[in-house]
T-cell receptor
Framework: GQQVMQIPQYQHVQEGEDFTTYCNSSTTLSNIQWYKQRPGGHPVFLIQLVKSGEVKKQKRLTFQFGEAKKNSSLHITATQTTDVGTYFCAGVKAAGNKLTFGGGTRVLVKP | GAGVSQSPSNKVTEKGKDVELRCDPISGHTALYWYRQSLGQGLEFLIYFQGNSAPDKSGLPSDRFSAERTGGSVSTLTIQRTQQEDSAVYLC????????????FGPGTRLTVT
């Protein structure tokens, strides 16, 4: 079946530094979504990418969808303590109808 | 407007008992999902309802788990003969449609089986 893998599983970042988390699918995706779950909270939708090579920015967050539509990345610049949480990517297989979540990247920020 | 609501927020039950978890999706959302999340882990897909189509039950871990969605709105997840390994947070999410629509998550039900 479809698998969505995220790396790294954990990311310890010094406040102010940049980092990138990656999402890889075993199959071509029709779209990919990113969610953020704060500690003790529930996942909250951040963004959706649909087009090959698409890049979208939200303030310090940059999301990219790969040319082959099988991978995606989330890059955060100048990390802040408010960025703490788990970031999940989720994709729908090109011929599918179900969103499959990756295992998440847990981000810890050192002040 | 109101978001996705779930009840109860916390449930402690004894091993072997049955439990029912409820999800009220956002009005007008045709798709509804149930996930399970163990402490510090990712989201484990359980079941997916889309409109009047047959639900996708491919994620249910055993026949002790079942879910229904009445009238295309409220959903109930039932776990029979609970086991300690069923302890987790059960999250419900709804979306306006399928494939390309964002999911809105409820606050979850924390289930503890003693």
């Amino acid at each position: 079946g479809q698998q969505v893998m995220q790396i790294p599983q954990y990311q310890h970042v010094q406040e102010g530094e940049d980092f990138t988390t990656y999402c890889n699918s075993s199959t071509t995706l029709s779209n990919i979504q990113w969610y953020k779950q704060r500690p003790g909270g529930h996942p909250v939708f951040l963004i959706q990418l649909v087009k090959s090579g698409e890049v979208k920015k939200q303030k310090r967050l940059t999301f990219q969808f790969g040319e082959a539509k099988k991978n995606s990345s989330l890059h955060i610049t100048a990390t802040q303590t408010t960025d703490v949480g788990t970031y999940f990517c989720a994709g729908v297989k090109a011929a599918g109808n179900k969103l499959t979540f990756g295992g998440g990247t847990r981000v810890l920020v050192k002040p | 407007g109101a978001g996705v609501s779930q009840s109860p927020s916390n449930k402690v039950t004894e091993k072997g008992k049955d439990v029912e978890l409820r999800c009220d999706p956002i009005s007008g959302h045709t798709a509804l999902y149930w996930y399970r999340q163990s402490l510090g882990q990712g989201l484990e897909f359980l079941i997916y309802f889309q409109g009047n189509s047959a639900p996708d039950k491919s994620g249910l871990p055993s026949d002790r788990f079942s879910a229904e969605r009445t009238g295309g709105s409220v959903s109930t997840l039932t776990i029979q003969r609970t086991q300690q390994e069923d302890s987790a947070v059960y999250l419900c999410a709804s979306s306006l449609g399928w494939r390309t629509y964002e999911q809105y998550f409820g606050p979850g039900t924390r289930l503890t089986v003693t």
